[in-house]
């Protein structure tokens, strides 16, 4: 595929690649990518052709499907409701992603040494992300209840505001919980990538008398560069996809305050039953989707996942 | 470390993967999986099959003698004299009283009626309203299909999904007298009758709790004005005036439904029903968005109102724990006060009245707004011997004497005539009576907005209601919005 593209400046830079050679030889195993593929092409490329045809059409979700040309998507493209959920949808991406990155680093950093109480902490951090979304979103829905909530029952002031009620709460409750929900697990993934990082390098640094923290910033950091890449990818990508939880905790209020892109699709097709629109903006996700993964690729150096370990 | 440039393409292939997937896992739940998820969020959609009882021997006309009894013989006679056969499918709502009633009332039928099951789902009220669509869309609907009658109705006869029933009420005239003339208008789209009518009629009502106002040293109010007045009074006391269940949206629509009838009259929605243009612009209306959010600001409803669910009953905890003064609900929520308000009801605690008169209004001060009914109409896509079922449902078991004793003991108005003659000697009686009279003396006997309009104009409808409780828009906006989906 790629091959001839990347084979010359690999060969200029005269390292010998024995990997380019055996490309050939992947073919003999192609098939172990059937069942993965047949799934993929089933529940994944043909709906996304039925959506994105939908998207063409004007339909009641219960009626016959009219097609209808570009006004499906000249109305969603002149509703002010889209521009609102694609901010909504982009700030909980960009905050949750910047709350949840250092965190997950730190703990995934901690977590990484071989202490046994460190291994205790690890299950207990893990466990957030065994429960569904839905059943997080109600228990946080009736902890912070204004009036039988935590702050109600304990008779703190503090902790019975408006949280779900209030514009810049609720959102700033919906980065906390999603963050509360995946810190764990991109932690997990830190922590094995720090254990990947070999030895030898802090061995080294600790004799040249570099202290802790600058074996972090200089060490740990560079060498977790792609899982952060990795990381980066899942929370971003996936955070186009919150529906059930906000959609249980504010069902996108108040007001529009959460609607995210997802939850305004939602409503659009299954609560107006205009699904002409609703598959616009089906559409639209799948672009963005599509366009913040290749980013993330270009990000992290796009066609060389050349090796960090040099030297080590 | 091997980089070869097959790892590259792979990931490649795998990140846009992981990327459309993303997209496709949302696009799908245009299937049936985002209904249901929704049914899961909510506690679970319960399947219940009902028992048939062994008592069931005694077959078809076991159903007439038992007292499961057939409304009048003349229905039973000419609506299911023929054996059916087979077995249906009911889709209803939780949230009792109502779902142990609708429980019973299949119950009588499966154990008359062995050879012809009838097995039902239940949902949670927003759950299902979600479900119901998409299920009927995707031809996967149950044979009897429960609502609200009026824009959903009108939007399944549209996509010719219901049976019109209008023959067979014709065949059948006793199934039809029997019931209140009024609970038909929501059943009927295009001059046809595509519904049965059934369970009970639930107007909007003011509840208050006596208690707080006993405390507060404060009288129940007759007009919009006291109600304004009360306000601060109730705020001083530390008691928020009015409970809400805001997040539902259709709960802060109740309030609009009111304020637009006694400031300008039933005309006023009559008018945007009517996809007049520009209806919403009319100066009654703008008056009517402007009190709401007077009252909005002048703190009127418990803080927070707007991320509390009407599904949870949080609203009426409010009430009868004596955090909030006074609630507008709908009728459906006595029942539920009196089975968790502990002595709140049984005490007399609660206390009620239709909404009070706007100081200069042209509305009409009877006038009340609500569900005139519930509906039950057959899926056109059902079978022939699943219609025959269900139409032999509608006429023996619908309302049957034991159902509407049910509906009475539980402090609801069957939509039955002479139901009023049941009331007497029930531990209810005031607040039966006080429905009764409510919905027999009103001069407009108004459905629910959102259940009056289109899915689509419904929506838009919400979300605007929704903003403009946030104080986000103000009337003229509202307006301008609601304008733009007239007609659709």
């Not at chain 1, 697990?185 to 390098?201: D, E």
């Not at chain 2, 993303?22 to 049914?39: D, H, N, Y």
């Not at chain 2, 709908?330 to 002595?343: I, R």
Request: with cysteine.
């Amino acid at each position: 595929m790629s091959t001839s593209t990347t084979a010359p400046s690999v060969r200029q830079a005269g390292v010998a690649r024995p990997g380019a050679r055996r490309v050939g030889g992947t073919g003999s195993v192609a098939w172990m990518a059937l069942p993965a593929l047949a799934i993929f092409i089933a529940f994944g490329l043909i709906p996304l052709f039925g959506v994105l045809a939908l998207s063409f059409t004007k339909w009641d979700g219960i009626g016959v499907i009219h097609p209808a040309g570009l006004d499906s998507w000249r109305a969603e493209l002149s509703d002010p409701g889209l521009p609102h959920a694609l901010y909504v949808t982009f700030l909980i991406m960009i905050l949750s992603w910047a709350f949840q990155t250092p965190a997950s680093i730190l703990i995934g950093v901690f977590l990484a040494g071989h202490e046994r109480y460190r291994g205790v902490l690890a299950v207990f951090f893990f466990i957030p992300v065994l429960l569904s979304s839905a059943a997080i979103a109600v228990a946080f829905k009736a902890l912070l209840d204004p009036n039988f909530g935590l702050g109600a029952g304990l008779g703190i002031p503090w902790l019975s505001k408006d949280w779900l009620g209030d514009e810049k709460l609720a959102v700033g409750v919906v980065i906390f919980i999603v963050s509360w929900q995946f810190i764990p697990f991109h932690s997990l993934i830190y922590q094995g990538a720090v254990r990947q990082i070999p030895k030898t390098m802090y061995e080294a640094s600790a004799i040249e008398g570099a202290g802790r923290i600058r074996q972090f910033w200089s060490i740990t950091l560079p060498q977790l560069k792609y899982t952060i890449i990795t990381s980066s990818t899942l929370m971003v990508v996936g955070s186009l996809t919150f529906f059930d939880l906000i959609y249980v905790l504010t069902a996108g209020g108040p007001g529009d305050a959460t609607r995210v892109l997802a939850l305004d699709m939602y409503i659009t097709g299954f609560q107006a039953n205009v699904m002409g629109q609703a598959s616009v903006i089906a559409v639209i996700l799948v672009l963005i989707g599509l366009a913040l993964a290749l980013m993330f690729r270009r990000i992290g150096g796009g066609r060389s996942y050349d090796s960090q370990l040099e030297g080590a | 470390m091997d980089p070869s440039t097959s790892v590259t393409s792979r990931r490649a292939f795998l990140s846009l993967a992981l990327a459309a997937g993303a997209g496709v896992t949302l696009a799908a739940c245009g299937g049936t999986s985002g209904p249901s998820s929704t049914a899961g969020t909510s506690g679970g959609a319960a399947t219940t099959t009902a028992a048939a009882t062994s008592g069931g021997g005694a077959a078809g006309g076991g159903a007439a003698a038992s007292g499961g009894a057939a409304p009048s013989g003349g229905a039973a006679g000419s609506g299911g004299a023929a054996a059916v056969s087979g077995s249906a499918t009911y889709w209803f709502l939780t949230g009792q009283p109502g779902q142990k009633i609708r429980e019973d009332t299949v119950k009588r039928w499966n154990a008359a009626n062995p050879n012809a099951q009838i097995h039902t789902t239940e949902f949670q009220n927003d759950a299902y309203k979600a479900k119901i669509k998409t299920a009927i869309g995707a031809g996967q609907a149950p044979t009897i299909i429960w609502g609200w009658g009026g824009g959903g109705l009108k939007s399944y006869v549209q996509a010719n999904q219901v049976e019109d029933l209008t023959s067979w009420f014709a065949s059948n005239p006793t199934v039809k007298s029997r019931l209140f003339p009024s609970s038909f208008g929501a059943a009927t789209v295009n001059g046809k009758i595509y519904a049965m009518p059934g369970e009970t009629v639930q107007p909007i009502v003011l509840f208050y709790n006596k208690t707080v106002f006993d405390k507060v040293g404060v009288k129940p109010p007759k007009s919009w004005g006291e109600i304004m007045a009360l306000v601060p009074k109730f705020n001083a006391a530390g008691v928020a005036p009015f409970s809400l269940g805001g997040q539902s949206r259709w709960t802060n629509m109740m309030w609009l439904e009111f304020l637009f009838d006694r400031i300008g009259g039933s005309e006023v929605f009559q008018a945007v029903f009517d996809g007049k243009k520009d209806a919403w612009s009319n100066p009654a209306s703008i008056e009517a968005l402007t009190q709401m959010q007077k009252l909005i600001k002048a703190d009127g409803f418990i803080k927070g109102f707007s991320s509390i669910t009407a599904d949870s009953n949080a609203d009426q905890a409010l009430l009868f724990t004596g955090k909030a003064a006074m609630m507008l609900h709908g009728s459906w929520t006595y029942g539920s006060m009196a089975t968790d308000g502990g002595d709140f009801v049984s005490g007399g605690h609660l206390g009620y009245m239709n909404f009070p008169p706007v100081e200069g209004g042209k509305g009409d001060p009877s006038d009340t707004v609500g569900n005139p009914g519930q509906y039950m109409s057959i899926s056109s896509k059902a079978s022939a011997d699943q219609k025959a079922i269900a139409k032999k449902f509608f006429a023996t078991q619908v309302l049957s004497d034991a159902e509407v004793k049910e509906w009475v003991d539980n402090g609801g108005i069957p939509i039955v005539n002479g139901s009023d003659k049941l009331l007497t000697g029930s531990k209810d009686a005031d607040w039966l009576k006080f429905v009764y009279t409510t919905a027999a003396n009103a001069k407009v006997f108004a459905q629910s907005w959102d259940q009056a309009l289109s899915p689509t104009a419904a929506e838009t409808l919400l979300d605007n209601i929704a903003k403009l409780f946030q104080l986000s828009i103000s009337p003229q906006q509202f307006a301008a919005n609601m304008n733009k989906v007239i007609g659709k």
